[in-house]
């Protein structure tokens, strides 16, 4: 196939025990999971359905096991903001499934970071314009190495944490999430076609805030491949 302009290298993550790697297609997010973040947001999520948002492919930054990534320092932004969160991978499409048959879309697990512009997200969000902005950037959803079910087994509970520099920053539990993750790609597969290669960012707990250029980020989930990301200079 000849193009106008040369493509670009789909992205991909690491398969934990494997030399494969998952090609990613599209990144969904689920906003306010967990009681105590939305409280923190100002808001009490336990009383409305899920909502989500979304970013692109290119926000992916893929570390493998024992590596350390790094994250650009992003544009227009004075207030960067870490979310912890653990990622869904979707291995089979799915429309309109039931809880009970979205286990079956599930490929595997990773840990990941929701990175947001929380200056230009709070703008938008006062202003009642979308707030795509200060989620939808590159190298805005880092990620770790995805652990199979076939090998792993489905994650509904363990602890999920995020260190800044060695100090702890989110601690919680993935048994904490108000909508747990068959609940949750149940009522996505309301609104998209769930499709292989399909990641979701299913929720971060309280303790969300600023980091810098220098700062050195530690997400961890029990039973998976813990990632690390360092912040550098904007480009």
């Not at 795509?132 to 087994?153: L, Y």
């Not at 993935?174 to 149940?186: G, K, Q, S, Y």
Request: hydrophobic fraction near 40%.
């Amino acid at each position: 196939m000849t193009t106008v302009i040369p493509m670009w290298d789909a992205p991909t993550v690491p398969v934990d025990g494997t030399g494969a790697r998952f090609p990613v297609r599209h990144i969904y997010c689920v906003g306010r999971n967990y009681a105590e973040h939305a409280k923190e947001m100002g808001g009490d999520a336990t009383k409305e359905p899920p909502f989500f948002f979304t970013k692109p492919a290119d926000a992916i930054v893929a570390v493998g096991p024992g590596e350390v990534g790094t994250m650009a320092y992003p544009l227009a932004t004075k207030n960067l903001h870490h979310e912890v969160e653990m990622v869904v991978a979707i291995g089979r499409a799915g429309t309109r499934v039931t809880p009970e048959q979205a286990r079956e879309l599930i490929f595997g697990y990773a840990v990941g970071l929701d990175m947001t512009r929380r200056d230009l997200q709070h703008d938008m969000r006062e202003k009642k314009r979308p707030w795509d902005i200060g989620k939808s950037f590159a190298q805005a959803a880092p990620i770790g190495a995805i652990h199979p079910v076939a090998s792993g087994g489905h994650r509904r509970r363990g602890a999920i944490t995020l260190d800044v520099n060695g100090a702890r920053r989110q601690t919680g539990d993935l048994a904490d999430m108000i909508w747990d993750v068959p609940h949750t790609l149940a009522f996505l597969s309301r609104m998209y076609e769930l499709l292989p290669g399909d990641l979701v960012y299913s929720g971060t707990p309280a303790g969300v805030g600023a980091v810098v250029a220098g700062d050195r980020l530690d997400a961890r989930i029990d039973g998976l491949s813990p990632l690390a990301i360092e912040i550098v200079a904007a480009r």
